[in-house]
T-cell receptor
């Protein structure tokens, strides 16, 4: 079945440093979604990427979809304490209905 | 707009007891998902429904778990009998308008089996 791998599992940064999490799929994806889960909270949708090579930005967050549509990344510039949480990617294979969530990357930010 | 509503928010019970978790999806959404989240296993999809019909229950751990969706606005996840290893946060999520739409998660039920 489809597998979605995320790395790293954990990332500890000093406030102001950059952060990147990577998502890799075993199959070609029709789309990929990114979610953020604050500690004690629930996953909240951030963005969806659909096109090969697509890049989208939300303030300090930059999302990329690979040319082969099998990988994606989320980059945060100059992290803040409000960025703390677990970031999940969820990829939907071209031949499957439901999306598969990665294991998430948990970000901690030291002030 | 009301989001996905789950109840109870917290449940503490002794092993062997029956546990029922409830979910009300966003009105008009036609997909409903049940997830379980633990530190060890991450976010696991247990089962999902489309138009109230169970489509994929391959993630349901064992026969002690069952899920129903009697109508478009209500679903239950039942564990009978419960065991300590069932302790986790259980999330319900819904989608409306097709697979390309984002999943909307409820606040979850934090379940502790003693």
């Amino acid at each position: 079945g489809q597998q979605v791998m995320q790395i790293p599992q954990y990332q500890h940064v000093q406030e102001g440093e950059d952060f990147t999490t990577y998502c890799n799929s075993s199959t070609t994806l029709s789309n990929i979604q990114w979610y953020k889960q604050r500690p004690g909270g629930h996953p909240v949708f951030l963005i969806q990427l659909v096109k090969s090579g697509e890049v989208k930005k939300q303030k300090r967050l930059t999302f990329q979809f690979g040319e082969a549509k099998k990988n994606s990344s989320l980059h945060i510039t100059a992290t803040q304490t409000t960025d703390v949480g677990t970031y999940f990617c969820a990829g939907r294979s071209t031949n499957a209905g439901k999306s598969t969530f990665g294991d998430g990357t948990t970000l901690t930010v030291k002030p | 707009d009301a989001g996905v509503i789950q109840s109870p928010r917290h449940e503490v019970t002794e092993m062997g007891q029956e546990v029922t978790l409830r979910c009300k999806p966003i009105s008009g959404h036609d997909y409903l998902f049940w997830y379980r989240q633990t530190m060890m296993r991450g976010l696991e999809l247990l089962i999902y429904f489309n138009n109230n019909v169970p489509i994929d229950d391959s993630g349901m751990p064992e026969d002690r778990f069952s899920a129903k969706m009697p109508n478009a606005s209500f679903s239950t996840l039942k564990i009978q009998p419960s065991e300590p290893r069932d302790s986790a946060v259980y999330f319900c999520a819904s989608i409306g308008g097709g697979w390309h739409q984002p999943q909307h998660f409820g606040d979850g039920t934090r379940l502790s089996i003693l």
